[in-house]
């Protein structure tokens, strides 16, 4: 078992669960997941996307979030998640993401369409000339759901620092070590397949 295994054979009976405006809990099972996954695997490789290759994703808390995330994966790469503005300024910002990009050097940027011209701005302040991958529901309808890759570059996840105390600096997290903790947690918590886990109190929830 690895850590993209799911995307193929997602548990019918399971689902990620995640807050929503009202207090409340959206129920998003596996499948779904899993096929809007592969659909933005399918808009990345479109995009140039390879084997090994990075996307910075730079969307809200949310199931497009999630799937972006996951999209990397099939696709046989990497992603950096990246909080959108909440309260910067927007300058601020646009400057921090633009150091983030140039840092990062990802083969897309993925976003959304409230984000678009603020990600498109910090990407031409960080010396790129492509757009980023903005995904709307009508694109993501009209996309074909791609097939897991069957093989995968060594780094999962590029993590990076707040920058509190300097420059942010990014951490390769890969595959094997992020399946390592995952085991890790699983013994020590005696997680198992009818266990809920919950995250960030009322955030979002996993059951595994």
Known sequence: MNLRSWLTAP???RAIHLADDADGWVEHPYPAVADRARRIATLLRANGFQIGDGACVVLPTGVDAVAAFFATWVAGGWFTP????????????????????????????VTEPDYAELVTAA????????????????LLAATEPSEVSATAGEVCLVQFTSGSTGTPKGVEVSH??????????????DVGSSSITTTDERRRTVDF
């Open 123 to 138: 990407m031409r302040a960080a010396g790129r000339a492509d757009a980023p991958l903005v995904l709307e529901p009508a």
């Open 82 to 109: 990246i909080a959108p503005p909440l309260f910067d300024d927007l300058d601020t910002y646009r400057a921090h993401l633009a150091g983030l990009l140039a840092t990062a050097a990802p083969r897309v940027v």
């Open 176 to 189: 094997r070590a992020a399946m390592n903790t995952i085991d890790d947690i699983n013994d020590r918590f």
């Open 11 to 13: 548990g019918p009976t």
